[in-house]
Nanobody
Framework: QVQLAESGGGLVQPGGSLILSCEVS????????MGWDRQAPGGQRAMVAR???????RYADSVKGRFTISRDFLRNMLYLQMNDLKPEDTAVYYC??????????WGQGTQVTVSS
């Protein structure tokens, strides 16, 4: 199973930016899809962004134009650049991978809090 380790969360003021990182134990080019999900307090886990091995991206409507998902092939890293953060972006953010065999892996999550 793929091991995923997130980092980069923290407390940020509204309008601020953060970059989340995900260290991946496997060759990310061998994975079908990678992405970020989030779970707000009292809510369900929901998709934030996806990046396929062909390079196609998809975003939740609530983050389009503000968040960008990217990867580094050499370092086997996944990133989420988050700009213009809003209080409603407060959540635990999870790195996710889906293998070509459709096996799903999750990281432990990193907390992002947007508050003044």
């Amino acid at each position: 199973q793929v091991q995923l380790a997130e980092s980069g969360g923290g407390l940020v003021q509204p309008g601020g930016s953060l970059i989340l990182s995900c260290e991946v134990s496997a060759n990310i080019l061998a994975l079908n899809t990678m992405g970020w999900d989030r779970q707000a307090p009292g809510g369900q886990r929901a998709m934030v962004a996806r990046l396929t091995n062909e390079g196609f991206t998809r975003y939740a409507d609530s983050v389009k134009g503000r968040f960008t998902i990217s990867r580094d092939f050499l370092r086997n890293m996944l990133y989420l650049q988050m700009n213009d953060l809003k209080p409603e972006d407060t959540a635990v953010y999870y790195c996710k991978s889906i293998s070509v065999q459709t096996e799903v892996s999750w990281g432990q999550g990193t907390q992002v809090t947007v508050s003044s």
